[in-house]
């Protein structure tokens, strides 16, 4: 989706015009891919903006540091404050929000020790990742021919810039073959998560996501979902799912920061009953969660104001 351009991006500290928001070519993390980054929104609610979780996602920023052995040069309330403003100068009521932590430019090489870290938050509106509809309409979905990183080959718990390489493959194989998103599978065969969402398949009545173990980034979106999953009833659980567990499920549901909850109609051309019961009431409360409607949850919108 193309990137609608607003006033002002925040680097090392200080608020830029977006137009001089600019990195060197030879910046360490535009070759090595070493950066860690988060993906946030903001939503209008009735008392202004309100940034859906963003100290837990600014601590998950910092975790993803922590295992790649970046040092982070501001602090969890640095960066909640820095994103706040981010925010503000947009003028917007709502906004995606995407702070990257990124080695800079100074430094050559595969040794990251002597490399400075930078870190940016930008904001700007977009949409549904998956669509607008697609609650009700789902989306199409095949299992990719990429398996999803081995947790000693690439780090699947960090929100790494490197790790992506894996999801971009998959969602352009999946696009190309007419599809609209990919399913991936850990090493052993297993269901991990989707290109940029975790996934939920109900069997005989209960909600299931896969493991960290599998693979599967710990959702931010995934954990609301699982709160509220249960705060309406459902048995929801964290648990192995196979491939064939997807092709007979009673519901499927993908969701993310950037997709929210989604529904999916088929995988691999089999068709998945769209949209479930189960999905349509997350999603419906997911909603009005994230703009401040759920009384029960107003403790995860942050006020940018």
Not at 110 to 129: E, F, M, Q, R, S
């Amino acid at each position: 989706m193309p990137i609608t351009t607003t006033p002002k991006i925040w680097m090392n500290g200080a608020l830029v015009d977006w137009a001089d928001a600019r990195v060197h070519v030879l910046t360490h993390t535009l070759h090595y891919g070493t950066g860690v980054f988060e993906g946030i929104r903001a939503y209008e609610t009735d008392k202004g903006p309100a940034v859906f979780r963003l100290t837990d996602h600014i601590v998950r920023l910092h975790n993803s540091a922590k295992i790649m052995g970046m040092p982070m040069p501001y602090s969890v309330e640095e960066l909640v404050e820095a994103t706040k403003a981010t925010v503000r100068s947009t003028g917007l009521p709502a906004c995606y929000v995407r702070p990257l932590a990124y080695y800079g430019y100074g430094e050559m090489g595969l040794n990251t020790l002597p490399c400075k870290v930078d870190v940016a938050i930008a904001c700007w509106p977009w949409g549904a990742y998956l669509g607008d509809d697609a609650v009700e309409k789902g989306v199409r979905m095949k299992i990719s021919s990429w398996t999803r990183h081995d947790h000693n080959t690439m780090p699947p718990a960090a929100k790494t810039v490197g790790n992506y390489v894996n999801s971009s493959l998959a969602k352009v194989e999946a696009l190309k073959a007419g599809y609209d998103e990919a399913i991936m599978l850990a090493p052993n065969g297993l269901v991990a998560e989707c290109t940029g969402e975790n996934i939920f398949a109900v069997r005989n009545g209960v909600i299931l996501t896969p493991p960290l173990s599998a693979g599967a980034l710990e959702g931010i979106t995934q954990n609301s979902v699982m709160t509220i999953a249960r705060d309406l009833g459902y048995d929801i659980r964290v648990d192995n799912i196979a491939r064939s567990d997807l092709y007979i499920a009673e519901e499927i549901f993908a969701c993310g920061t950037a997709a929210e909850v989604g529904s999916v109609r088929s995988v691999d051309e089999r068709e998945i009953p769209c949209p479930g019961p189960k999905t349509r009431a997350i999603a419906a409360t997911y909603a009005r969660a994230v703009r401040g409607q759920e009384k029960k949850y107003l403790h995860w919108c942050e006020l940018a104001n």
